[in-house]
C-alpha cells in the first residue's frame, strides 16, 4: 500500500506561482506512473498532469505551458510548479499514481486559491 501527503498549496494572486509537493511512502513508489488531479467545488475531480517512472510528461489542456510535473525517485516524492495561476486554477490538489487496478487511498490533499 502507498500512502500520499500533499502540501504547498496556499493563496496566491492571479499571474503568481505555486509549487506543490507530494511525499509518498512505500518502496515501490519508482514504479508507478504519478499523477496530479484537482477538484473544484461542485466539479469532478480532473487529471492534471502525469509523469512516468522515466520522467516523460503529459498535462491536460488547461495545464500546458504552464504547469510542469517533476519526481524525485530516491525521495520518493512528485512535484508540481504552478506559475501564471488563474481563479480557474482554484482546487483541491491531489496526486496518486496511476495503475490498472485502481488509484491507491486518497490523501487529503492541499487547498490551491487563486484570488485576488
Known amino acids: 500500500q502507498v500512502q500520499f501527503v500533499e502540501s504547498g498549496g496556499g493563496l496566491v494572486q492571479p499571474g503568481g506561482s505555486l509549487r506543490l509537493s507530494c511525499a509518498a511512502s512505500g518502496s515501490i513508489f519508482s514504479i508507478y506512473v504519478m499523477a496530479w488531479y484537482r477538484q473544484a467545488p461542485g466539479k469532478q475531480r480532473e487529471l492534471v498532469a502525469t509523469?512516468?517512472?522515466?520522467?516523460?510528461?503529459n498535462y491536460a489542456d488547461s495545464a500546458k505551458g504552464r504547469f510542469t510535473i517533476s519526481r524525485d525517485n530516491v525521495k520518493n516524492t512528485v512535484s508540481l510548479q504552478m506559475n501564471s495561476l488563474k481563479p480557474e486554477d482554484t482546487a483541491v490538489y491531489y496526486c496518486?499514481?496511476?495503475?490498472?487496478?485502481?488509484?491507491?487511498?486518497w490523501g487529503q490533499g492541499t487547498q490551491v486559491t487563486v484570488s485576488s
Open positions: 496518486n499514481a496511476i495503475r490498472v487496478t485502481g488509484s491507491f487511498p
Open positions: 509523469i512516468t517512472s522515466g520522467g516523460s510528461t
